[in-house]
């Protein structure tokens, strides 16, 4: 904001040019009164209804010049520079409003000068190369003198700008990869000349607000949101740009407000699964402590995974009478087993990645989707294959071993770099869809389009039956129940298509399917 003081000051400085403009109207001769004329009515125009603050730089950049020619006959070569001297104070003024709109240039150089100062320089160069091919000595002392105007900002603009204009506070933060937080950057300023200082993120996964700031302040803060990935730089940098207050010289620098420590999704999720395990032994059901209330909810008496042992009561069941212990404790002791919560599920793994991204977030999810299972009480079998072939296939697991052999199948990743990019699995429900409607339709077309729709669906049948998600899918479902849920956890590369007809298949006969 402009004070009060420099408000009147600019207004007393556009009153002189008016002024002088209109002395220089009569002084003219008559057949060249009308240049002074033109000059005094399009700069009160500018002045009422001002274009933009470029514009209006330019037209008083333009006046100096205007008026050290307009006063070079009734004053002389020497005193008419001089009568356009306080035009230089406008000048610096409309530089300073016009710094404010500029924008940064990305460039390689630490330190150079702003397209607005390299376009007044070769203005003034080129005053100065006519004023020396016509002979004008006015207009070659005014160029001189917007030479030295300009010379002297760059001076005090080299000293009072470095070339790290602000310092960061580096803060350390842990993260685990892909999940996403938000901090505060605190920048402190060391320059005392003001300007704008732009800061802009070279990284996909880091958003920074606001970009701009002002660097009149001493203390400023900046907003960072990020969601580090798996290959993430340890020192988090930002890249920085400053110029001054006047839009004459800009600046590039680094910033490294952030020390970043990725753990690995996999990593994460391994230690979840290991605390979970070591919570729970043999026998026990996690995040259960209060037997009475869960006994008419989950009917531990009836069951699978053993839970527990107490006193035999009447109408328990002989079967689960615990001889060992009865003998020992000389009473009848029964044991008690858990229910299993809903339908059981069969997690369908595709161990084929195309990098360590794609491997981390695999593994997390194979892990994460085990525990979740487990804690909620639901039995799972695996059936895990990789693109060539099936790696793996169990029966019903228990809460433990369906996370021991997740653990161990989240650390059997094969990566395989292939420069084929794969497109969305196909639509098979749209497709069979589209057969059904078509073979109510009598004309020769659809008849047409319906075999070549059913081409179609017969190939990714015949796609789906050589592949190893197929092959994984069958051999589990010799194991389990054919009417379990379907969780699949796979990057859809070598396995798209496959997966999509089995999934259809799957939906079919009434089955979830859920895709993680």
Known sequence: MISLHSRGMVVFLKVYVAIVLAIATLLSPLALSFVPILLLVGYLYLWRWPITVVVNLLSEYFIFFAITLLFTLPLGSFLAPLLALPVLLLINHSLVEAAESLAYRNTKYVRRLTDLCLAFLLIAVAVLGVALLFGSLPLLLAGAAIIIFFGALGILIHRGLPSKPVAEIQIQQRMVAGTEDHLSVKLTAITKIGGRLFVESPYEWLKVSPDILSLKRDKLEVRVSLAPRLAGPSIVKLQGYAIDRWGLIQV?????????????????????????????????????????????IYGLRRGIEYYGSQLYQPGDSLKNIDWKHSLRHNELITKEFSEFQGRSAVILINLAVGNAEEADELASKIIVAAISLAQENIPAALAVYNQEDVKLTTGILTSQQLLLRSLRVA????????????????????????????????????????????????NLGDKAKVNPATKALSEVLTKVDNQSNLVIISQCNYDAEAVAFNTFSFAQKGNAIITV
């Open 252 to 296: 590039r620098f680094k910033l490294e407000p952030i020390r970043l420590f990725v753990i690995p999704r996999a990593r994460y999720a391994a230690w979840l699964a290991k605390r979970y395990l070591a919570g729970t032994k043999a026998g026990a059901l996690p995040l259960i402590s209060n037997i009475a209330a869960l006994k008419p």
């Open 411 to 458: 650390q059997e990743m094969v990566t395989v770099i292939n420069p084929v990019k794969y497109l969305s699995p196909p639509d098979v429900a749209r497709l069979r869809a589209n057969i059904n409607r078509l073979q109510f339709a009598r004309s020769k077309a659809s008849g047409i389009l319906a075999q070549l729709l059913q081409i179609e669906y017969k």
